[in-house]
Every structure is written in structure tokens, then in C-alpha cells.
């Protein structure tokens, strides 16, 4: 079953390898037809030359990823994937909660401060989760209810 890993692991590397190397041929090919087609004696066109380095193909996917949330310093991990835009963190705080409320203070000012910016959205969800959405989310929060005062069982609730 290794072996099934391996080969298949080789396969796409061979095939990436293959692909960044056709498109790199691309932009040669195209900056010695540019030069090629140049006036001779050394003369320049004012052409320019536009050359596509095939912008970055990014699948825009939306990615749910579960964090614990050990230690402050496991908070760098999850500001970095809500600064790339496309994750939405869901973090277990129960852990950090129990060990030391002061860091976990530390720990959720920095990511709301860094959601905020991203002008995201966070809310908690129990007392042990805390879920983080980037720009594109949002958290729908329910105002809460207001307690109504007892009124006595004298007065009309019609009035």
C-alpha cells in the first residue's frame, strides 16, 4: 500500500514538474520571438511586450479547519490561515481555558483584533468554541432576549 503512496505521490510531482516546465518554455519562447522580431541595427520598437506568467491559479475553495487552542502560541497558526482569505477556524478553547485564563484572555483579544481587521466575524458558540470567519462569512448572532419583568397577576397584559 506504500508502494500505491509512492507511486502515485510520483506521478503528480512528475506531472507538476512537467507542467511549470511547459509554461516557462512559453515565456522563453515568447521573449525570443520579441527580440527576434526587433528592428534590425539594433533599433527598438515601442512596442511593448506583454507577457503572461499565467496568474496565479488559486482554487477558491472554502476550507472549515478545527484548531486547539493549547498554548498562546498556537494562535499565530490560526490568525496565518484567516489572513489567506479562504478558512474558516473553528477553535477549542476548552484546553487553554482550563490551564490559564489569563493567556487565553491574551489569545482571543489578538485573534478578534486580527478578525476585525480583516473585517471578519467571530462569535462564541458554548463556553469552548470560538469560531472565526474571514470577510467573505458572517456570523448571523441573535440579539439577546431581553428578560421580561414579573408583572403582577393583577395587571392586564392587554393594556
Known sequence: MNFLIDETYTKNLRNLYKYLQFKINMIFDKIKKAFSEK?????????????????????????????????????????????????????????????????LKRAISKIKKTVDALEGSIAGFGENIVIATPSFAKIHKEPPKQKEEKSSKFESKFD
Do not use: M, P, W
Open 39 to 103: 528592428g534590425s541595427g539594433g533599433e527598438f520598437n515601442d512596442e511593448y511586450l506583454e507577457i503572461d506568467l499565467g496568474k496565479e491559479e488559486h482554487e477558491n475553495k472554502v476550507f472549515v479547519k478545527l484548531f486547539v487552542l493549547k498554548d498562546y502560541d498556537n494562535v499565530n497558526e490560526i490568525l496565518n490561515d484567516l489572513r489567506e482569505g479562504y478558512t474558516i477556524a473553528i477553535i477549542d478553547i476548552k484546553f487553554l481555558r482550563q490551564k490559564d485564563s489569563i493567556e
